[in-house]
């Protein structure tokens, strides 16, 4: 069984994604960062599916935990073979009132956490002449948006990222892909104000906003064998926006 490692699985569309992924057949590996009873959440849905499903609090950001992870991973599971680089966190305000410690920890967790984890899970797929990596970017890394620079930063940060690992490892069988949503209904955007929420409304043509389960199906496909052909891109899940 192709074993996928989900990071920030343990709620929003990364729980959604690990759950689909284990609909799909893949065992699972989910890590967080603070709420244990969420992954364990997470893990009890994908065992129903009758795969293998392990958690493990890791901050991606972490170099040390993110080794440990791998090593953990691959005793009770096997190597990493579908890399979903999902955790990411928000620290919003203006530039003229961000904070250097603000700007850090969202590059940090964001943009450091997909490299130091690619990093750890590119050996073993290149032993494996096989592998996916699939990083969840944002539609505003593309676009920009006031208040999230450094967010936006981040989130730009792995596009580039994403198109040069697809790069080095096409010629060893692997993909690296990104998903780029629009606005999903999470915990991330519940807590933006009404007023901001409904602007946002307003930009989508498809009128409604995204649920987790539009992300999941897309990076489920990026995961199989009919998405063999496609490395380097983005793919905006937005409905339009
Ligand atoms: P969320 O509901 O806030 O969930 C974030 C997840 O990341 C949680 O599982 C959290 O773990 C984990 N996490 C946070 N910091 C971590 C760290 N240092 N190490 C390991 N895990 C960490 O967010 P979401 O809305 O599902 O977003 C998931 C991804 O989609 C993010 O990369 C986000 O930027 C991107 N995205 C979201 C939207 C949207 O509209 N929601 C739009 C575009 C892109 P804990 O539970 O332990 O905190």
Redesign the pocket.
Known sequence: MSVALI?????????VIAENLAKAGYDIA???????D??QETITECKKHGVQAMYIK?????AEDVSNMFDEIKSMLGPVEILVN?????KDGLLIRMSEEDFDSVVD??LK?TFLCSKAAIKDMMKARKGRIIN?????GVEGNPGQAN?CAS?AGIIGFTKSVAKEYGGKGITVNAV??????????DKLPENVKEAYLKQIPLGRF?Q?ED?ANVVEFLASDKAAYVTGQVIEVTGGM
């Open positions: 990071t920030g699985g343990s709620r929003g569309i990364g729980r989910v890590c967080f960062s603070g709420n244990e969420a992954a890791a901050n991606v950001s972490n999902n955790a990411g966190i928000t967790i964001n956490g969840i970017t944002s539609i505003v967010y989130k780029a949503p629009g606005f999903i209904q999470t915990a991330m955007t995204g987790p992300i």
